[in-house]
């Protein structure tokens, strides 16, 4: 089966296809739904890391479904490629165009409404250019949690999240972007509208179609709304930022805090001691809260919905014993929301911070849990010895088994020099984690900086099945091409 089928590839169509098409896209949008003016489409064709600077034909932001099914039809008609875009933070080029200038760029941002809150059934539907910070807030409005957080949700967007798959701080708790949905609308490849927008948790009626579109990365069609699942907020939240005794330890934390806490874990966040060097250094109002340093930290945090003491002695129980049994050395248990939003300045700041010290070489990858510490220690000695003098920040979402593991460079080296060796440094780390049974990208997607990665370590047979999926749903390749498969 393996190489049965290719990937459907497009044929550039001609100036004259394109001036037509862009023309009856315009009579769809109106003045407000589209633009070809260079300053304007600038930010839409460019990454957020400034790896990929790519060029489009017309910029189009439609104000509703019907719009976005309609000029998919012109697209599917005349073979022009289509880009979907929300917020246009992928970190790995998944949401820019290519270099020929003859894709549109569609962008959802204009579809921003909340459609309906239903507190009951605890759901909410949203159409896809909402901002991921405004759902939260909206869902809060009606005393629920929306329970996606990521530090780009001030303008990632609902449809890119679900498109990717997003991960996030909540993952060990609520589960990843597609454990949050119960229903998509999608405009598919040839301008049909699917409405799945069901808000059901047991539906077995058949395959479950939402999933292949979440995840997809724009490759199989255009998600225009989604119904998503909402849980009671939490009413106490109580973190902790711990030194434990080595990474063996923080696995061993990691179960006992599950334990103790009857599975209230809702964060467990690793950070090694370069990783708060870092951002002591050079992120301002932060500092070591423990009195020594230490080579590993955790923050954890538990949340509940009883607002009694409970969560707070289960915390000071659960520390005391870890103590007590050799896993923890020291600690802080946050006092109030302002020493908490402190201690997790400290986690959210680890990438911002590892800017100052130069270039650096990111890895998005997952192991088991369990393999999390085995991994970290073989991944540190093979980038030690490939790179000598450079230094792994491996931080993250332990409690998922995602480990960013990130490389700076060594002091005072050439950067240009160092990011030379990025693809090389990738296969090494990236043939680790597939030799132990991981992932090369456990939350950020492929998009274009990983689709190579895709080919070399899924097996033959999955790639087959995706490009029949692939073929069966966009024959043409005019969504998102060259990106995933
Ligand atoms: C500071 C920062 C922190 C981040 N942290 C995390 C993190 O913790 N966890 C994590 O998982 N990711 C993280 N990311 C990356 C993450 O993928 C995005 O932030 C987010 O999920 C993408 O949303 P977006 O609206 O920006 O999508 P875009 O970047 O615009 O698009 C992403 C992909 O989805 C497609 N797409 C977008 N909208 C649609 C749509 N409506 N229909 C079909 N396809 C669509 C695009 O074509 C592209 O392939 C982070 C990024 C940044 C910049």
Request: proline share 6%; charged share 20%.
């Amino acid at each position: 089966m393996a190489g049965a089928i290719t990937e459907p590839t497009l044929a550039a169509p001609s100036a004259p296809v394109i001036d037509a098409a862009l023309g009856r896209i315009r009579a769809i949008v109106g003045d407000r739904g589209w633009t070809t003016d260079p300053g304007e489409i600038a930010p839409h064709v460019i990454d957020q890391r400034d790896r990929y600077h790519g060029a489009a034909a017309m910029l189009v932001k439609p104000a509703d479904t019907a719009q976005v099914a309609a000029v998919v039809g012109v697209c599917a008609d005349q073979g022009i490629a289509i880009v979907p875009q929300g917020g246009n933070t992928s970190v790995c080029g998944g949401s820019v165009p290519g270099t020929g200038g003859d894709e549109i760029v569609l962008n959802l941002s204009r579809m921003n409404r909340v459609r309906d809150i239903d507190p009951a059934n605890y759901t909410l539907c949203a159409e896809a250019g909402c901002i991921l910070a405004d759902l939260q807030a909206a869902a809060a409005e009606a005393d629920r949690l929306f329970p996606l957080s990521l530090a780009a949700e001030g303008s990632c967007e609902i449809g890119g999240n679900l498109s990717t798959n997003a991960g996030g701080i909540n993952v060990l708790r609520y589960g990843m972007a597609r454990d949050l949905v119960l229903g998509l609308e999608v405009v598919l490849p040839d301008g049909t509208v699917w409405d799945g927008l069901r808000a059901l948790r047991k539906d077995n009626t058949g395959y479950d179609l939402k999933q292949l579109f979440i995840g997809a990365e724009g490759t199989l069609g255009v998600i225009t709304a989604a119904v998503l699942k909402l849980f009671p907020i939490p009413r106490v939240v109580t973190t902790a930022l711990v030194a434990v005794a080595g990474l063996d330890e923080a696995l061993t934390l990691l179960s006992c805090a599950r334990s103790a806490s009857g599975d209230q874990v809702s964060a467990f966040e690793l950070l090694p001691r370069i990783a708060l060097d870092f951002v002591c250094a050079h992120v301002p109002g932060t500092r070591d809260p423990l009195a020594k340093p230490h080579d590993h930290y955790v923050l954890i945090e538990l949340s509940s919905g009883d607002p009694g003491p409970a969560l707070a002695e289960t915390m000071e129980r659960l520390l005391g014993q870890a103590v007590e049994d050799g896993l923890v050395l020291d600690g802080v248990i946050a006092a109030n929301t302002g020493q908490s939003r402190d201690l997790w300045k400290l986690r959210d700041s680890c990438s911002e911070a590892q800017k100052h010290e130069g270039g650096s070489i990111k890895h998005d990858v997952s192991v088991a849990v369990s393999r999390v510490p085995e991994f970290i220690r073989r991944a540190t000695a093979l980038v030690e010895a490939a790179i000598p003098g450079a230094r792994p920040v491996p931080f993250g979402h332990v409690g998922d088994g995602n480990i960013h593991f990130n490389v700076s460079q060594p002091p005072g080296a050439d950067k240009a020099e160092f990011l030379d060796q990025w693809d090389a440094l990738n296969r090494i780390v990236h043939d680790l984690v597939h030799e132990m049974g991981g992932s090369f990208s456990a939350e950020h997607g492929v998009g274009q900086l990983k689709r190579d990665d895709l080919a070399r370590y899924r097996p033959a047979i999955e790639l087959a099945l995706m490009r029949r999926i692939k073929t069966a749903l966009d024959p043409r390749g005019i969504m998102n091409p060259g990106k995933v498969v």
